[in-house]
């Protein structure tokens, strides 16, 4: 129904900067919300920053200031700009969408990606 296919993850030294991008395809009428989430091993998957279809975006404390999260409506996409990682950013980043079906009466959607493994490390 709805695919998000993820890039941009790798290996950078602290310090240095990342940018993913997550692409939504499929039987889309319109996302609400978009994000990233982000699962390190023995650890829960948590929320790292959301965007809304207006450009309101909400972001974890420890990312704050750091990491920028923004979106392409026409492109359905969502990119998230990070930037003095740490060694404690590494972990797999997931994407989110949260929408409505073009079909289906418009019925909610919520889909993730596979995941992007960011590993900052000297």
């Known amino acids: 129904q709805v695919q998000l296919v993820e890039s941009g993850g790798g290996l950078v030294q602290p310090g240095g900067s990342l940018r993913l991008s997550c692409a939504a395809s499929g039987s889309i009428f319109s996302i609400n919300i978009m994000g990233w989430y982000r699962q390190a091993p023995g650890e829960q998957r948590d929320l790292v920053a959301l965007i809304t279809r207006g450009g309101s975006t909400n972001y974890a404390d420890s990312v704050k200031g750091r990491f920028t999260i923004s979106r392409d409506n026409a492109k359905n996409t969502v990119y998230l700009q990070m930037n003095s990682l740490k060694p404690e950013d590494t972990a797999v980043y997931y994407c989110?969408?949260?929408?409505?079906?073009?079909?289906?009466?418009?019925?909610?959607?919520?889909?993730w990606g596979q995941g992007t493994q960011v590993t900052v490390s000297s």
């Open positions: 989110n969408a949260d929408g409505r079906l073009n079909y289906s009466g418009g019925s909610r959607f919520n889909s």
